[in-house]
């Protein structure tokens, strides 16, 4: 709910749990003044303490008022070159060479429904679903118009933010930063967490307290990148899973990024979160508009739990488009690590052949089928089928995976060319390349120019012949390498700093045209795994390859911080062989079933290969997938222990919006002799049913299971794990 107090200039966003609120002060000054637990409507602008502070300017309309600054005050959408020197939200040039932004409230729009921003990813919503706020902050000496942008989604905690910045002026204005949130604490005593990594071991949690200074996480690798996610928590310093308010703040952006906490003088803190400000330049003409990237921040009164549970439902209810939202999602196959480019059309309808008879349901051929792709360096870019290897074409192969009773799906990496292809040696001049310098390889590939309308139309018309060709219901798009020598011969020098924008902006587009055109095809996000799985991507494709490394131990840390924000479905995880392709770990078959279930399942192996009782389970794994599905996917979603603090075991459970059914994943680590005998607190159920176990024995109520506990099976051997299913009776 969103109240407003004109007289006072206060706005109010309330949601369930939580209460937000800003106020235009005597100057017109744009305050931030609370975010926390729920609090009923009043004016928190007196929490603010005004204070004489000497080397803190005082604005020129305070008069002989010194205890105002824009300094110590939590501002709204930070500004600078006026007293505020903590970090900006906004930084642009005038003609003069000006570097001064000051925003004054102007007015307000209040409307029903979600806002949408057009060529951007963004949650979604009807009517009754969201209300939107819209504040407009002026800086009339630049004719420069700030919108700040509000969603409420009430129930799911959620608040989203967006910006747009219009030149009202007739001179053009270089905007050189423009953050999508900016979030003021009075407090310092918080901690930081962030989810960072490298390829094969992406988002991994890492906490600590804020420090004097600013601490920032980012990217400058043209993605969001394996390294740091675009997603960052704040909270209290003794917050864990079930208590402590904590804020999380996720940006629905694929490209260069920053996030950035400053802890400033007077122990308050600020958050700003937007595109890097690295070799970000964007020339706004007179009318110009430039549109920020949507933020979008749960706060949670109780705990890291509740704001999962809380990001998981708004993204799969507000922001995935699935073809599958509300049905069964296809288990899949997928040939990369059974054959890598190695494979003949039998070969992969013999891998399809062995999973269809398991109950496997979608068959994904994966690199190597187009242009004379034999190896990583040629190919890319020629999407046409290698006939030597798929003679016939997809015409010939696709009804032989259909007549199996399987769907089909293919790989592709449009952004992407080699210099050994038909493409690069038609158009050398269509790559991110500086004049004068040889562009830096990557995988031994070149990005194509996506910020390019006419690069990114020949790459779709290829992409549809291809789709037109046969019967195809899951696209997985990949994007393998960092971008380097970013540089479009289709701008002038000056507005070279548009082009890692412009780069997102052009895939999205295509990702767009995509799913209007195919709304039936699943699109996968890949980036060699995980290294763009954001919010961004999500809007696109529901799902992503959450990494490059299958392997079931490894995943349990990458799965883990991957759920802080983002809902099991939209993690793609498969089970593989062992030993595993990427660190030579050797785990059961059922260890890698359990772990790949908490995901958008499937197997990645050659099934052929497999004895007698692995298929069995196989089958068996896919069976029991299929009866836990709803559990799995739209179950609430509960973190039970922490594989970063106890390596024994690791255990999570996915809950029924009812509170009838459970189920509780448990993976054993590092065994010993003589194990302690240990017990397992779950969470979620109702203390009042009796749950029965694994469909025998005599039931126990949901408050001994939270309470006292669950009794951890002594298992012996590497990597055990086991489910427990609980049902109400
Ligand atoms: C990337 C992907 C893999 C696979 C290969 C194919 O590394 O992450 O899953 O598709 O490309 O080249």
Not at 184 to 212: A, K, Q, V, W, Y
Not at 708 to 718: L, M, N, R
Request: hydrophobic share 35%; aromatic share 10%.
């Amino acid at each position: 709910m969103i109240v407003l107090d004109q007289e006072n200039k206060i706005f109010t966003l309330h949601t369930l749990n939580t209460t937000y609120q800003m106020k235009a002060d005597q100057y017109n000054v744009l305050l931030h003044t609370y975010y926390g637990t729920k609090i009923d409507n009043c004016d928190l602008s007196g929490l603010i303490q005004c204070g004489g502070r000497s080397f803190s300017p005082n604005p020129n309309e305070a008069g002989s008022n010194r205890d105002y600054s824009l300094d110590i005050m939590p501002q709204e959408y930070s500004t600078c070159g006026v007293g505020d020197f903590r970090v900006p939200s906004i930084e642009f040039e005038l003609p003069e060479g000006s570097h001064t932004a000051d925003l004054r409230y102007e007015s307000y729009r209040l409307e029903k429904g979600k806002y949408a921003l057009e060529g951007l990813p963004a949650f979604f919503g009807i009517e009754d679903e969201a209300e939107t706020l819209v504040v407009y902050l002026k800086d009339s000496a630049a004719q420069v118009l700030v919108e700040l942008y509000y969603s409420v989604f009430e129930t799911f905690d959620l608040i989203t933010r967006a910006v747009r910045v219009v030149n009202q002026g007739s001179e053009p204005v270089r905007l050189c930063r423009c953050a999508s949130l900016c979030l003021d604490f009075l407090r310092s005593d918080l901690d930081m967490i962030t989810f960072n990594g490298h390829h094969l071991m992406e988002r991994c949690l890492d906490r600590g307290p804020l420090r004097s200074g600013i601490q920032s996480v980012g990217s400058v690798r043209g993605t969001s990148s394996h390294q740091h996610n675009p997603f960052v928590m704040l909270c209290d310093r003794d917050a864990d899973e079930d208590t402590g308010i904590c804020y999380g703040v996720m940006l629905l952006y694929s490209g260069n990024f920053e996030a950035a906490v400053e802890c400033s003088q007077y122990e308050n803190s600020r958050l700003v979160m937007g595109i890097h400000p690295y070799h970000f330049c964007w020339t706004l003409e007179a009318g110009g508009v430039f549109t920020a990237p949507e933020a979008a921040m749960v706060c949670s009164p109780n705990g890291f739990g509740q704001m999962s549970r809380q990001y998981h439902r708004a993204i799969c209810e507000h922001l995935l488009r699935d073809p599958y939202h509300g049905k069964y999602k296809p288990v899949l196959v997928n040939n990369w690590e059974a054959t890598y480019f190695d494979f003949t059309a039998d070969r992969l309808v013999d891998i399809a052949r062995e999973a269809a008879a398991l109950g496997i349901e979608l068959f994904v051929m994966d690199d190597g089928w187009f242009g004379t792709r034999n190896d990583d360096n040629s190919g890319l870019g020629d999407w046409k089928v290698n006939l030597e290897k798929l003679p016939g074409g997809l015409e010939a192969l696709v009804p032989r995976i259909r007549e199996l009773g399987m769907k089909f799906g293919i790989w592709i990496e449009p952004e992407m060319v080699n210099e050994d292809s038909d493409l690069y040696r038609a158009h050398p001049d269509w790559v991110l390349q500086v004049p004068g310098r040889a562009p830096s390889r990557g995988r031994g590939q070149l990005v194509l120019d996506f910020s390019r309308r006419d690069v990114r139309d020949y790459i779709y018309d290829q992409i549809r012949a291809v789709l037109m060709s046969a019967d195809i219901s899951y696209i997985k798009w990949d994007m393998n390498r960092s971008l380097t020598d970013v540089w479009s011969a289709s701008l002038p020098a000056g507005r070279q700093g548009e082009v890692y924008h412009r780069y997102v902006l052009g895939v999205y587009d295509l990702l767009e045209r995509l799913h209007c055109d195919y709304p039936h095809i699943l699109i996968e996000g890949c980036c060699g795994g995980g290294g763009r799985f954001d919010g961004g991507m999500l809007y696109y494709t529901p799902q992503i390859w959450c990494s490059d490394d299958t392997d079931a131990i490894d995943r349990l840390h990458i799965q883990y911080g991957t759920s802080f924000c983002y809902p099991v479905c939209t993690m793609g995880a498969h089970v593989s062989a062992v030993p595993n392709e990427q660190n030579g770990r050797i785990t059961p078959l059922k260890t890698r079933g359990i772990t790949a279930m908490s995901g958008a399942f499937g197997y990645e192996m050659d099934l052929g290969k497999c004895t007698a009782e692995e298929k069995t389970e196989i089958r068996c794994q896919v069976e029991q997938y299929k009866t836990y599905y709803d559990l799995l996917h739209h179950g609430d979603y509960y973190r039970l222990t922490s594989p970063l603090k106890d390596s024994s075991y690791t255990a999570w459970e996915q809950v029924s919006p009812d509170q009838r059914e459970a189920l509780v994943n448990v993976i054993l680590g590092t065994t010993h002799a003589a194990p302690p005998f240990r017990c397992l607190r779950l969470k979620g159920l109702n203390p009042a049913f009796q749950y029965q176990i694994n469909g025998t024995g005599s039931p126990q109520s949901g408050e001994v299971l939270m309470k006292a506990g669950y009794p951890v099976p002594q298992i012996q051997g590497d990597y055990p794990a086991f489910q427990i299913y609980l049902k109400a009776m």
